[in-house]
Nanobody, 116 residues
Framework: QVQLVESGGGLVQPGGSLRLSCAAS????????IGWYRQAPGKQREWVATIASSGSTDYADSVKARFTISRDNAKNTVDLQMYGLKPDDTAVYYC??????????WGQGTQVTVSS
């Protein structure tokens, strides 16, 4: 198993920036891909960004060019740098990891609120 702990959420004004971090512990060597999902009030959880063990990245169209995902394999952390935040980005952001065998793991989530 792997444990995922998110940090860095908070309140930010529209157009502002925020950096989320996810610390992984446990069987981190079994992680293939790791990334972020988010869930806004009354909406389904949606995928945001993923980074593979190879370093390749992928983003949802809604955040492309505004968000950057990065991974530090030595520290077992993955960060999500968010720029140009909009009220529609308000959500609970969840760290998600997938093992090479396909097993998924989730963090507890961190709240991001974009409001003036």
């Amino acid at each position: 198993q792997v444990q995922l702990v998110e940090s860095g959420g908070g309140l930010v004004q529209p157009g502002g920036s925020l950096r989320l971090s996810c610390a992984a512990s446990g069987r981190t060597s079994s992680i293939n891909t790791i990334g972020w999902y988010r869930q806004a009030p009354g909406k389904q959880r949606e995928w945001v960004a993923t980074i593979a063990s190879s370093g390749s990245t992928d983003y949802a169209d809604s955040v492309k060019a505004r968000f950057t995902i990065s991974r530090d394999n030595a520290k077992n952390t993955v960060d999500l740098q968010m720029y140009g935040l909009k009220p529609d980005d308000t959500a609970v952001y969840y760290c998600h990891a997938k093992f090479y065998n396909g097993a998924p793991y989730w963090g507890q989530g961190t709240q991001v609120t974009v409001s003036s």
